[in-house]
């Protein structure tokens, strides 16, 4: 009895560190979204009013967050998409084909991975400035006597597109190397007999390594989503501030402009709990429609 | 005649490959190189043409970041909240791994459950009540002890950046505990050790490379984090990032290049030489630890 009791001690030790740093931090918070999304909360005075789902109801006419959810939905399938596209082949590249340095090519495009978001936005404004940024100076060669230059991050229309070439560099080399470990796990030898039948390399890609690696793309594709929303945030903090007039606003940017510079914590929680169920309810969906039969090796 | 076609295709294959390789290296090596090497430049030589490589080493710029921008002190902030975050986090989620991984007890399962769900917790939602919570609580403690620390304190902030790192860190830790031999602790009990004499002397040092890549992921995650931190410390004590976050905003009113630019090294550089240093441990850590959120 008395080594059962010892037991017990030590479980409970071991647990209660970690569960009341989790519940303090991490759940609790959860739940103060949801609970701060019914009250009116105006700033560091304690006046909270219980309004139930009114804060919802004048989210539905804001325009400003159909901007941000537009915004927000644009950068999502775009990014996803091209970025899941380039990782594949670069990932199948450099696992299929024997190529010298392979191992030189995988460190240089993990780099991005290991960056701040304000390092990389930093990175990108140079490369973005107007006047003596990278990228004009290299356009003024080909477009001679264009005076006006290319306003990357000022022109409303292209913004969006500038963040998202941001984005997709940052993350090109994160799924490359998640999708390179599973394809090294596909044996050898069924592409062996594949070239024996003449199938060529893109119909290989297309008939052997895509359908064996698809649990592994159906798990991307949900975190996708969910760090897509993040990093989005993440970028526009550090690079756009949302602007120019609101032109790269996103989900979370707008939550916590409500937030902070708004002061209205309610509102803002009611937009944090839209986007929760949003990503959530997306993530579901893909993972529902992707569902394929699952493949052995 | 159809050899000749399959050589051309060949051919052309291995140009897309190599031009494909090539553009992304390229887009990658070029712009971390301009800047390092920009932070390097004299604030004059930043008008006109940016290919123009550096007259000399202009290492003003750094000392500059260091004392003007504070990015000195920053520097040892971020590594003062970073260490502190990767020792709260193994000490506390060392054990939990461990019993939650080897012990069948009542409620168990629903522990499982109630760390793997918070996988699926964005950090950046509850940044807003966290705050909150941290304002009552100063005031409550204002009123208490006449003294408020939750805000603006370098430890909290480790706390909570311990505390969201947890579900991630227990899952890849129990991952790896569960597929340790029973037969190590019924020798050890047989030996008359302890439980927490087995956990530490067997159990831990076995798990030394799930250890090394949980430090070597948060690591990277803690050093680079900004919107926690400029939420959490918002008077002098400042992290890299967000020391960095205010030199981009600075340089867009009083162009001061340069010392941007050597801000961004100091920022960059830890985790640069860290990757290098352990670049295989680190990708191959992503095959073992699966999918970081």
């Known amino acids: ?297 | 005649m159809k050899r000749k076609k399959e050589m051309g295709f060949h051919t052309l294959y291995r140009i897309f490959i190599f031009v494909t390789l090539g553009a992304l290296t390229i887009s990658i090596i070029i712009p971390v190189s301009w800047v390092i090497l920009a932070s390097i430049k004299e604030n004059s030589e930043f008008y006109g043409n940016p290919w123009v490589m550096p007259k000399g080493i202009y290492f003003q710029n750094f000392i500059d970041a260091f004392h003007k921008a504070k990015m000195g002190d920053y520097f040892f902030h971020s590594l003062l909240v970073t260490s502190m975050a990767l020792i709260i986090l193994l000490i506390v989620s060392l054990p939990a791994a461990y019993v939650l991984a080897r012990y069948s007890f009542k409620g168990r399962k629903l522990l499982n459950i109630l760390f793997m769900g918070g996988l699926f917790i964005n950090v950046n939602y509850i940044v807003v009540p966290i705050f909150l919570m941290f304002v009552d609580g100063d005031k409550f403690l204002m009123s208490l002890v006449g003294n408020r620390f939750l805000l603006n304190n370098p430890f909290i902030l480790a706390l909570v950046y311990a505390s969201t790192a947890l579900p991630f860190t227990i899952y890849l830790l129990s991952g790896f505990f569960v597929t340790i031999p029973k037969d190590y602790e019924e020798a050890a009990y047989v030996d008359g050790s302890g439980y927490f004499r087995t956990m530490m002397k067997i159990m831990l040092p076995m798990a030394t490379p799930s250890i090394i890549t949980v430090i070597l992921f948060n690591f990277l995650s803690f050093w680079n984090e900004y919107i926690i931190s400029m939420t959490l410390l918002t008077k002098d004590v400042k992290t890299l990032p967000v020391g960095l976050m205010q030199l981009m905003q600075a340089q867009k009113s009083a162009a001061n290049y340069g010392q941007l630019y050597a801000g961004l090294v100091i920022v960059m550089l830890p985790t640069l030489v860290l990757y290098i240093l352990v670049q295989k441990k680190l990708t191959q850590g992503m095959s073992v630890g699966g999918l970081k959120g």
């Not at chain 1, 602007?243 to 790269?248: I, N, V």
């Open chain 1, 1 to 297: 009895m008395k080594k059962g009791r010892a037991r017990s001690t030590f479980i409970g030790l071991c647990i209660t560190p970690a569960l009341i740093l989790y519940i303090l931090f991490m759940l609790l918070p959860t739940f103060g979204v949801f609970k701060m999304s019914l009250y009116k909360w105006g700033g560091y005075s304690n006046k909270k009013e219980f309004v139930g789902f009114n804060n919802f109801k004048i989210l539905m006419e804001d325009m400003n967050f159909f901007r941000s959810f537009q915004n927000t939905i644009l950068l999502i399938v775009l990014v996803t998409t091209v970025t899941m596209t380039l990782s594949l082949i670069f990932a199948a590249i450099l696992s299929r084909e024997r190529i010298k340095g392979e191992n030189f090519f995988r460190i240089i495009f993990y780099i991005p991975n290991i960056l701040s978001v304000v390092v990389i936005s930093a990175i990108f404004s140079a490369i973005y400035d107007p006047a003596n940024g990278l990228l004009n100076s290299i356009l003024s060669i080909f477009m001679k006597g264009e005076s006006s230059p290319i306003l990357w991050l000022g022109n409303q229309n292209l913004v969006i597109y500038s963040l998202a070439i941001a984005m997709i560099w940052q993350a090109i080399g994160y799924y490359m190397v998640i999708y390179m470990a599973s394809m090294s796990r596909i044996p050898e030898s069924l592409y062996e007999s594949a070239s024996l039948e003449g199938s060529g390399k893109i119909h290989q890609f297309f008939s052997i390594t895509l359908p064996l690696i698809w649990t592994n793309i159906r798990t991307t594709l949900t975190f996708f989503v969910i760090s897509s929303i993040n990093l989005s945030f993440l970028f526009v903090k550090s690079l756009t501030n949302g602007g120019p007039d609101g032109a790269t606003e996103v989900f979370l940017s707008y939550m916590y402009k409500q937030a902070y510079t708004n002061s209205s914590y309610g509102y803002g929680m009611a937009i944090g709990v839209v986007v929760f169920l949003f990503s959530f309810g997306l993530s579901g969906i893909l993972h529902f429609v992707t569902k394929r039969e699952h493949l052995e090796f």
